[in-house]
């Protein structure tokens, strides 16, 4: 599949990816009860798939397999160690500078991996697993382009510091992106009814909005997402520069030797030798 | 052996915690939306209204609770993790799952060298954000690359068989030079490895033992962004012409760093890598594990995971992974580094072995090479270098302070001990750990030493000026992990010593360490304990030690 394709069909299922995360909005009433919920639940995970079937060939070798795996680990590790709320603040300071450095395909495909082995790890895997994967694979994939974009306007982003800001403004407004849509799937199902900020099925869509706007507000966009959104600021401002060193430094490749040796050329000291073997020769088992 | 995908029911209890944080998942479900309930929906009046709120709730709830609970118990019966591994050489998404599954196996590392990296922020008082991320990320990219090249090296991406030809010279080399970009070259000439040898390399460091063991797996010339003149055939393959991969079936390498290499979380599943990568049926391959394990010793390993292994339990497990495909040509380097004399010793023997036995082809890389003479055929040294040679030149300079060596084998509780020493007393004890780059955050030599002054209150300047006393010729605007094993070390020397500390720790200073080095390492410690700094040093190395009045008493060398 050539790089269009992939992009084609990441597209389309992105589309129908958010059309799942939005069934409070799109269903209507009686598929609202029960039918609708489970379709996002079972669409999701498929579509999920389709996705990575189709970036699976945008891998191109070893070592980009090898990255994704370490850093979708360091992600892992640092949710796991986020002493402050929601764990979630660091796991986006790696996402988005890795993803600026190394591409908006790669950057889909370790949000991705970061959910997956997350969940995996702490035997989290169910029906929510490839939501959290989708909405943190969107941030990466965004910040992906944002990391291109900055490239392409190079004269005005010359300054390591203006391009760290361009990030963490990105990082910003994926933390409250991110919420939004991680609260938006589960709203009906965390809530249930009979209260100001339900979910009512088959209201107008502007008002289940305005009620879900609501329930956002209180219960995450001004506390977790906030704190989240800070952090991220954070940790791209104090770590950002270091971090997109040790990126660009990983991917240029290196000799194993100290740089600032200077020219050395040598010989080894033998030459035309031919060593003898202290055995008879054995055939080959394996051909 | 072999691990199954669907657990045994006599395993389910020790696998219970996906089932337990579900339960606890769901309860927390339920009580929220209680809460939402009650906060948002009006508070129930009377205990009659209660209950019924109650019972509204649950009911509701009811289908998500079964769904997290169904998963948590999913989660306990299969063993995804166990599944992951197979069939990675085909079927859709494989690069993805390897991903996975290099993921997996890399977290415990993170996750360790995260706790070590909190640990020395703890140690010097770093409480920047910087200094927690950026070692971490650094150390698991370094992991990254080198797992990276441990896949192609065993298969990963294969695209064609590569039929092995004539192997009466495993290895030919005609006017071969090797190099990378303009700055660095190694000519190699001619060279012709008969069927059945073994070829010690030795060789000061950076005069391209690695580099030399790489260009023959391909890696170096294809991709590492390498270059190579002449011609240079492996097993009768024209080396430019084949990527590391196909060639997996019969050229094998033990990396430097073993543990880096590797790619699976457990024993079993690192030693059938290359195999399930040649497309093995499993069980052909639990044959040829097993017997592996067997003749290297290991077989009471296999269930291990691998981040719980020693350097030397790691080293022999590199090995089997190495000889499972049955190679006609071994690579080696530095299998040693990290061994005591126990440890040693038996990796020779299995090496004798081996040899003995199947006729492999090998090329050993090693310093310790008095400890491996006895199996050479032939011995290459690479020419040591001029620059290292005039630093060499030994300055005498009195230690004032005791310097005092610690030698005990592997496993012995040198670094507990030390580690528990230092944290006692963070104000007069500084400790450089077996892994200098725990204490590196910044992007140059000169950043480095310019925040170490901040932390220590020292003036600007400061450890700078003492890391150019202890290496001279330190490029002060290199990464500081792109400087070599002997300079990094004197880098954290130099850090750890601005804060003016009564005593310094150094934990394995020697390891990875050309005879050169040692000798700069020498003359480095006389330096810092004629500034009046006690060292405590621990080693493996007996001679190394021997120079500051360690002589081995009869029971240990016994």
């Known amino acids: 599949m050539t790089r269009g394709w992939q992009i084609t069909v990441l597209a389309l299922v992105s589309v129908s990816a958010l059309g799942a995360f939005a069934w409070p909005l799109v269903a209507d009433v009686e598929s609202a009860q029960a039918l609708a919920p489970v379709t996002a639940m079972t669409m999701l995970p498929v579509l999920l798939l389709v996705a990575a079937l189709a970036l699976d060939r945008s891998i191109a070798n070893g070592t980009t397999v090898a990255l994704l795996g370490v850093l979708a680990a360091v992600a892992t590790v640092l949710r796991a160690l986020g002493t402050g709320f929601g764990g979630f603040e660091l796991v986006f300071t790696v996402v988005i500078l890795s993803a600026s450095v190394l591409g908006a395909r790669f950057g889909f495909l370790l949000g991705l991996m970061t959910m997956v082995v997350s969940s995996l790890l702490w035997g989290g895997i169910g029906p929510w697993t490839a939501f959290q994967a989708f909405a943190l694979a969107w941030v990466g994939a965004g910040a992906g382009l944002v990391g291109r974009w900055s490239n392409t306007m190079a004269p005005l982003t010359r300054r390591r510091w203006i391009r760290l800001a361009v990030l963490a403004t990105y990082g910003v407004l994926s933390s409250f992106a991110f919420g939004a849509l991680m609260n938006l799937w589960f709203w009906p199902i965390a809530v249930g009814s009979g209260t100001d900020i339900s979910y009512v099925a088959g209201d107008p869509i502007a008002e289940n909005l305005r009620r879900f706007v609501g329930y956002s507000l209180v219960t995450s966009t001004l506390t977790w997402d906030t704190v989240r959104a800070a952090t991220t600021v954070v940790g791209i401002a104090l770590a950002g520069d270091v971090?997109?060193?040790?990126?660009?430094?990983?991917?240029?490749?290196?000799?194993?030797l100290p740089r600032g040796d200077g020219t050395q050329t040598r010989r080894s000291t033998v030459l035309d030798e031919v060593a003898v073997p202290p055995i008879a020769r054995r055939p080959r088992v394996r051909a | 052996m072999r691990p199954r995908i669907l657990r045994s029911p006599r395993v389910w209890w020790s696998h219970r915690a996906p089932l337990t944080a579900s339960l606890v998942f769901a309860v927390a479900f339920v009580a929220l939306r209680l809460a939402y309930r009650v906060v948002f929906g009006g508070l129930p009046s009377g205990f009659d209204e209660w209950v019924a709120t109650c019972g509204a709730v649950l009911r509701a709830s009811a289908a998500f609770v079964a769904v997290i609970v169904f998963f948590g118990a999913l989660n306990t019966v299969i063993d995804v993790r166990g599944a992951l591994s197979r069939g990675l050489h085909r079927g859709p998404i494989r690069r993805l799952r390897t991903a996975l599954v290099v993921s997996l196996a890399a977290f415990p590392a993170v996750l360790d060298s995260a706790r070590e990296v909190r640990w020395a922020r703890r140690m010097r008082g770093d409480r920047s954000l910087r200094s927690l991320v950026a070692p971490v990320l650094e150390r698991s990219l370094e992991r990254g690359v080198a797992a990276g090249a441990s896949l192609e090296q065993r298969g990963f991406g294969i695209t064609r068989d590569v039929v092995h030809g004539m192997c009466d010279a495993p290895v030919v080399a005609r006017d071969v030079s090797l190099g990378f970009g303009a700055g660095w070259s190694l000519t190699v000439g001619d060279l012709r490895v008969a069927h059945g040898s073994c070829v010690l390399v030795t060789g000061d460091t950076g005069?391209?033992?690695?580099?030399?063991?790489?260009?023959?797996?391909?890696?170096?010339?294809?991709?590492?962004?390498?270059?190579?003149?002449?011609?240079?055939?492996?097993?009768?393959?024209?080396?430019?012409?084949?990527?590391?991969?196909?060639?997996?079936?019969?050229?094998?390498?033990?990396?430097?760093?073993?543990?880096?290499?590797?790619?699976?979380?457990?024993v079993f599943d690192e030693i059938a890598f290359t195999l399930r990568m040649m497309g093995e049926s499993e069980n052909q391959l639990a044959g040829a594990v097993s017997s592996i394990a067997q003749r290297v010793g290991i077989t009471h390993l296999l269930a291990r995971e691998i981040h719980t292994l020693s350097a030397g339990e790691a080293t022999l497990v590199?090995?089997?992974?190495?000889?499972?495909?049955?190679?006609?040509?071994?690579?080696?380097?530095?299998?040693?580094?990290?061994?005591?004399?126990?440890?040693?010793?038996?990796?020779v023997e299995v090496l004798t072995a081996v040899r003995r036995e199947t006729g492999v082809t090998m090329l050993i890389a090693e310093h310790r090479w008095d400890a491996v003479a006895e199996l050479a055929d032939l011995h290459v040294h690479l020419g040591s270098s001029e620059t290292a040679a005039a630093v060499a030149s030994k300055t005498d300079v009195s230690a004032r302070a005791s310097i005092t060596p610690l030698v005990a084998p592997n496993g012995a509780g040198k670094t507990t001990w030390m580690r528990g020493f230092a944290t006692a007393n963070p104000t007069h004890v500084r400790l450089v750990p077996e892994s200098p780059e725990l204490l590196f955050s910044c992007a140059s030599v000169t950043a480095e030493c310019t925040h170490n002054?901040?932390?220590?209150?020292?003036?600007?300047?400061?450890?700078?000026?003492?890391?150019?006393?202890?290496?001279?010729?330190?490029?002060?605007?290199?990464?500081?992990?792109?400087?070599?094993?002997?300079?990094?070390?004197?880098?954290?020397?130099?850090?750890?010593?601005?804060?003016?500390?009564?005593?310094?720790?150094?934990?394995?200073?020697?390891?990875?360490?050309?005879?050169?080095?040692?000798?700069?390492?020498?003359?480095?410690?006389?330096?810092?304990?004629?500034?009046?700094?006690?060292?405590?040093?621990?080693?493996?190395?007996?001679?190394?030690?021997?120079?500051?009045?360690?002589?081995?008493?009869?029971?240990?060398?016994?």
């Open chain 1, 243 to 256: 971090v997109l060193r040790a990126l660009t430094r990983a991917v240029t490749p290196r000799s194993t």
């Open chain 2, 453 to 558: 002054d901040r932390l220590t209150g020292s003036p600007v300047g400061t450890t700078l000026g003492l890391a150019q006393t202890l290496m001279p010729d330190v490029p002060v605007d290199a990464h500081p992990r792109d400087l070599s094993t002997g300079q990094r070390v004197a880098l954290a020397c130099a850090l750890q010593a601005a804060a003016l500390p009564d005593l310094l720790l150094l934990d394995e200073p020697t390891r990875g360490l050309d005879s050169m080095a040692r000798h700069r390492l020498d003359l480095m410690l006389r330096q810092l304990s004629a500034r009046g700094t006690a060292i405590i040093f621990a080693t493996h190395d007996a001679e190394f030690a021997s120079a500051f009045g360690y002589s081995p008493s009869p029971e240990v060398t016994a």
């Open chain 2, 207 to 266: 005069t391209g033992k690695t580099a030399l063991l790489r260009s023959l797996t391909g890696r170096l010339q294809i991709s590492a962004g390498g270059w190579q003149q002449g011609v240079l055939e492996v097993g009768g393959i024209d080396r430019r012409s084949a990527p590391p991969s196909e060639t997996a079936s019969f050229v094998s390498l033990v990396e430097q760093n073993v543990r880096d290499a590797f790619v699976a979380s457990v």
């Open chain 2, 318 to 347: 590199a090995l089997a992974a190495a000889l499972v495909v049955r190679p006609s040509l071994l690579l080696l380097d530095e299998p040693l580094a990290d061994l005591d004399e126990v440890n040693t010793q038996r990796v």
